[in-house]
Nanobody
């Protein structure tokens, strides 16, 4: 599975950005896909995640400003970010989790994109 992010950039506080993540390769085993972010000197944290059945999960205090959605036909997941704050500045990574079985054995794998920089100026 390959994940390619796009849509990052520089925006003023209060502005909006929409990130896209295109998944390619063997995507049939993906059961969840989403976004994490990592700011300088901080740990990588969950931004938003959407499961195959549709349930979504957001990082603390992000729901309401951020919204995740997916286009299954295009194998693309989107992150709409509104009312951006300087503290949202980070590298945003697309993440996909997959699982599959071969006989009685179960395999799990996690995939990451290269990341896209989001910078919010004050």
């Amino acid at each position: 599975v390959q994940l390619v992010e796009s849509g990052g950039g520089l925006v003023q506080a209060g502005g909006s950005l929409r990130l896209s993540c295109l998944a390619s390769g063997n995507t049939t085993n993906i059961f969840a896909i989403g976004w994490y972010r990592q700011a300088p000197g901080k740990q990588r944290e969950l931004v938003a995640r959407i499961s195959s059945g549709g349930p979504t999960k957001y990082g603390d205090s992000l729901k309401g400003r951020f919204s995740i959605s997916r286009d299954n036909a295009e194998n693309t997941v989107f992150l709409q970010m509104n009312s951006l704050k300087p503290e949202d500045t980070a590298v945003y990574y697309c993440n996909a989790e997959a699982t599959w079985r071969v006989g009685a054995d179960r395999f799990d794998s996690v995939y990451w994109g290269q990341g896209t920089q989001v910078t919010v100026s004050s």
